[in-house]
């Protein structure tokens, strides 16, 4: 009780206003959310409420937003495209079982993983396909269709000009430029979003009935609760797009957290987030809502507004029940031309622009994963995209890793370093032993590349240098056991130094520490393997007289 009361004394008033802004704020973006989704209004104020509510209360931030997202739009409409409604209301129930496991398993940490030019590259993608679907909107267009193919949505946009733009919805996006241009100068508190909603529905108003596009009629009253019809054949059709959805929402939560925390100096929970994503997505689709995640921008506002605990969340979906109980009559008024220009303010928002165009400052391969990412996003698809840019991504850092990672005694010399040189000038009359330095994992990325420049000139006697090795798996084992094989078969000797007791007791299990068939000797220092190879190497001269 009396923690209760402290609460309404001290935080209840700032949870109070940062819940109704964020609510005003969600209000339109919720909307225009599910309707870009190929969803009803309804859907997305539903989806704002529930998920917003129940994913504040058990968040694994303090100051977590969540709803509908422009992050969803281009997968989710693709979804419904394909499987219809109850194919997307099912992909969201799965989704948020993906999302609970993830966060039972600790997957929290493993999304900070995911490389920055695939984030980047995707968010830009899609971006760039939310930019492009909302031209239809501002320009007052008929679509036979709404589609997630760049190409088609081009296509449609080139048809709907031909047919007409109407200059009514495009005074609207006009008016929509002003307000929100206006308001973003002389107001940094309040975001312009609801205040470009409020006017630009006044002003359409005025125009003449029926000559825009608006939001439709909206149901008054609580969602109902529904069960999902589903088969077993449904779930394996639907189960990729389900994990795409919960990839994505896991990621977009957490950065959604990251910025909480440092505009808060707080520390989130990111295992407990995902829990929490996960329940509320599980929960959502049996009230007709869509797949919700963490909003970065209403997150942000909801800090800027002075929130500081989780209820202020559970405010701002409290704000939008009133809305949707006291006033659903009148947002049916909303032109479809303002929720369109506010979507492409989201797009260019989420698009990064100058995180973009800094990343071609970054090394080659780096922009090559951002524009394979982008490029694939907006022309094939968002799962193939991801699951490339990683991949790729993984690739080309196992290659570099190897590049580096391997260096001969001449190696050393070269980079000018001094002991090298008097180790290089000491083993000058001994051609036949060769001393190798490995520094980091050493695993399948490097197996091969150490295969290849031992391989390349087989010496009488190798010293390999382990020191700097703290990791070593059965690839590198193999490829390692495979060198001494050959060593051995031209009566040559293998010596390790420096092994740490990892890299030892692995080597050990698999018979590598001694021979036949491992090394035939382990010394602890580079001094003591040099003087133990040039011993060897003078008994293998005398054996060969």
Same mark, same amino acid.
């Given at each position: 009780m009396d923690t209760f009361l402290r609460y309404f004394r001290s935080d209840f008033r700032h949870d109070m206003l940062a819940g109704i802004v964020v609510g005003l704020v969600a209000l339109p973006l919720a909307i225009a959310f599910a309707l870009a989704s190929g969803a009803t209004p309804e859907q997305g104020l539903y989806t704002a409420i529930i998920g917003g509510g129940i994913m504040a209360i058990l968040a694994g931030s303090q100051y977590q937003v969540s709803g509908p997202t422009g992050a969803f739009v281009v997968i989710l409409l693709g979804v419904v495209n394909k499987f219809g409604m109850e194919g997307l209301l099912l992909a969201g129930g799965m989704a948020g079982i993906i999302l609970i496991l993830m966060g039972i398993f600790r997957f929290g940490v493993a999304i900070q993983y995911i490389p920055y030019p695939v984030v980047v590259g995707f968010t830009a993608g899609i971006g760039c396909l939310l930019f492009t679907g909302q031209i239809k909107n501002v320009l007052g267009l008929s679509f036979s269709h709404l589609s997630t193919d760049f190409f088609d949505t081009l296509n449609q946009i080139f048809l709907g000009i031909q047919q007409g733009i109407n200059f009514y919805s495009l005074g609207i996006t006009l008016f929509s430029l002003l307000v929100y241009g206006i308001w973003k100068k002389c107001n940094k508190k309040i975001p312009p979003s609801p205040i470009v909603i409020l006017l630009a529905t006044a002003a359409s108003l005025m125009l003449p009935m029926g000559s825009i596009p608006t939001v439709g009629d909206i149901p008054t009253g609580l969602p109902h609760f529904h069960f999902l019809h589903f088969s077993w054949d449904q779930i394996?059709?639907?189960?990729?797009?389900?994990?795409?959805?919960?990839?994505?929402?896991?990621?977009?939560?957490?950065?959604?957290?990251? #910025?909480?925390?440092?505009?808060? =100096?707080? /520390?989130?929970?990111?295992? /407990?987030?995902?829990?929490? +994503? !996960?329940?509320?997505?599980?929960?959502?689709?049996?009230? &007709? =809502?869509?797949?919700?995640?963490?909003?970065? @921008?209403?997150?942000?506002?909801?800090?800027?507004? !002075?929130?500081?605990?989780?209820?202020?969340?559970?405010?701002h979906a409290m704000t939008l029940l009133a809305i949707v109980l006291l006033f659903a009559r009148y947002v049916r008024y909303i032109p479809m031309a303002s929720l369109g220009f506010i979507l492409m303010v989201v797009a260019y928002n989420m698009s990064e622009i100058p995180h973009f165009v800094d990343l071609f400052k970054a090394p080659r391969r780096d922009v090559l994963v951002l524009?394979?990412?982008?490029?694939?996003? #907006?022309?094939?698809?968002?799962?193939?995209?991801? =699951?490339? &840019?990683?991949?790729?991504?993984?690739?080309?850092?196992?290659?570099?890793?190897?590049?580096?990672?391997?260096?001969?005694?001449?190696?050393?010399?070269?980079? =000018?370093?001094? +002991?090298?040189?008097? %180790?290089?000038?000491?083993? +000058?009359?001994?051609?036949? $032993?060769?001393?190798?330095? $490995?520094? !980091?994992?050493?695993?399948?990325?490097?197996?091969?590349?150490?295969?290849?420049?031992?391989?390349?000139?087989?010496?009488?006697?190798?010293?390999?240098?382990?020191?700097? *090795?703290?990791?070593?798996?059965?690839?590198?084992?193999? @490829? %390692?056991? *495979? $060198?001494?094989?050959?060593?051995? /078969?031209? /009566?040559?000797?293998? $010596?390790?130094?420096? *092994?740490?007791?990892?890299?030892?007791?692995?080597?050990?299990?698999v018979g590598l520490t001694k021979s036949p068939k491992g090394a035939d000797a382990i010394v602890h220092t580079t001094r003591e393997a040099v003087d133990l190879a040039k011993k060897i190497f003078g008994e293998i001269i005398k054996k060969g007289k």
């Amino acid at each position: 009780m009396d923690t209760f009361l402290r609460y309404f004394r001290s935080d209840f008033r700032h949870d109070m206003l940062a819940g109704i802004v964020v609510g005003l704020v969600a209000l339109p973006l919720a909307i225009a959310f599910a309707l870009a989704s190929g969803a009803t209004p309804e859907q997305g104020l539903y989806t704002a409420i529930i998920g917003g509510g129940i994913m504040a209360i058990l968040a694994g931030s303090q100051y977590q937003v969540s709803g509908p997202t422009g992050a969803f739009v281009v997968i989710l409409l693709g979804v419904v495209n394909k499987f219809g409604m109850e194919g997307l209301l099912l992909a969201g129930g799965m989704a948020g079982i993906i999302l609970i496991l993830m966060g039972i398993f600790r997957f929290g940490v493993a999304i900070q993983y995911i490389p920055y030019p695939v984030v980047v590259g995707f968010t830009a993608g899609i971006g760039c396909l939310l930019f492009t679907g909302q031209i239809k909107n501002v320009l007052g267009l008929s679509f036979s269709h709404l589609s997630t193919d760049f190409f088609d949505t081009l296509n449609q946009i080139f048809l709907g000009i031909q047919q007409g733009i109407n200059f009514y919805s495009l005074g609207i996006t006009l008016f929509s430029l002003l307000v929100y241009g206006i308001w973003k100068k002389c107001n940094k508190k309040i975001p312009p979003s609801p205040i470009v909603i409020l006017l630009a529905t006044a002003a359409s108003l005025m125009l003449p009935m029926g000559s825009i596009p608006t939001v439709g009629d909206i149901p008054t009253g609580l969602p109902h609760f529904h069960f999902l019809h589903f088969s077993w054949d449904q779930i394996k059709m639907i189960l990729p797009s389900a994990f795409t959805i919960a990839l994505l929402g896991a990621i977009e939560s957490l950065m959604s957290a990251v #910025v909480g925390d440092g505009m808060t =100096g707080t /520390k989130h929970n990111s295992n /407990k987030e995902l829990i929490a +994503q !996960g329940i509320g997505n599980l929960i959502l689709p049996f009230f &007709g =809502g869509i797949p919700a995640t963490g909003a970065i @921008a209403r997150t942000a506002t909801n800090i800027r507004n !002075g929130a500081r605990t989780r209820w202020a969340g559970v405010i701002h979906a409290m704000t939008l029940l009133a809305i949707v109980l006291l006033f659903a009559r009148y947002v049916r008024y909303i032109p479809m031309a303002s929720l369109g220009f506010i979507l492409m303010v989201v797009a260019y928002n989420m698009s990064e622009i100058p995180h973009f165009v800094d990343l071609f400052k970054a090394p080659r391969r780096d922009v090559l994963v951002l524009l394979t990412t982008f490029f694939l996003t #907006v022309f094939v698809d968002l799962v193939v995209a991801t =699951g490339v &840019g990683i991949v790729l991504a993984a690739l080309l850092f196992i290659r570099r890793v190897s590049e580096i990672n391997i260096h001969s005694l001449e190696d050393h010399v070269e980079s =000018g370093d001094k +002991q090298s040189l008097l %180790l290089h000038q000491e083993l +000058q009359d001994f051609p036949e $032993i060769a001393l190798y330095d $490995i520094n !980091g994992p050493l695993f399948f990325g490097v197996a091969s590349s150490l295969q290849d420049r031992i391989e390349s000139k087989i010496n009488k006697v190798l010293v390999l240098r382990l020191k700097h *090795v703290h990791i070593i798996d059965a690839t590198a084992m193999h @490829a %390692l056991e *495979v $060198i001494i094989d050959k060593i051995h /078969k031209r /009566k040559g000797k293998v $010596i390790l130094s420096s *092994v740490c007791p990892k890299v030892s007791h692995a080597l050990e299990k698999v018979g590598l520490t001694k021979s036949p068939k491992g090394a035939d000797a382990i010394v602890h220092t580079t001094r003591e393997a040099v003087d133990l190879a040039k011993k060897i190497f003078g008994e293998i001269i005398k054996k060969g007289k």
